[in-house]
């Protein structure tokens, strides 16, 4: 088995970033955290923000930039960053955010996490005229804590939807 390599995605990987998104957020979310998201809502997120259609169109979004860490031709995890999206009163599109992060079950504790955050911080750093922001839900203390590690402080708070569902989130920023 080789070393897992960190790469810019491509429009190929979109169906496996899909699938890989999709599950990431069951396996983290529902199954993991237990949030009791109603079927039909959870449904309709996964669909919208998971499609290979959505996953492709997110890919060539202007000023944005996508990561995977792969190993043996199999993505085990992906980072997404890009011009602000995050509803605080000193956040500018112009600034840049981190936003997703997903390590497969099956990868957690290989460090391609932080690899990922290092390439994506990296990113974002060169790619803003201001702090760099992180959403992050609230429950998610791990999460919280790495990047708390990164130099970032919570700023914020707002509710990001899951179909008519919305989870409690925190919003970050380092700068």
Known sequence: MNEAVIRPAVDADAPALGELGRQTFIDTFVAGFGIPYPADDLTT????????????????????????AEQ??????????GPNTLPHPEARASHAE??????????????????LLETALAWMEA??????WIGVWSGN??????????????????QYPV????????????G
């Open 45 to 68: 997120f996964l669909d919208a923000s998971f499609s290979p259609e959505t996953i492709r169109t997110k890919l060539k979004e202007p000023g944005a930039a996508w990561w995977v």
């Open 72 to 81: 043996d031709g199999r993505l085990l995890a992906f980072a997404n960053a």
């Open 98 to 115: 981190l936003r997703r992060l997903y390590v497969s079950k099956a990868a957690q504790g290989l460090g391609l996490g932080t690899r």
């Open 127 to 132: 790619h803003t005229d201001g702090p760099l």
């Open 141 to 158: 203390l791990k999460a919280q804590k790495l990047y708390a590690a990164y130099g970032f402080e919570k700023a914020g708070e707002y």
């Open 163 to 174: 179909g008519r569902w919305l989870d409690d989130e925190f919003i970050l920023r380092r």
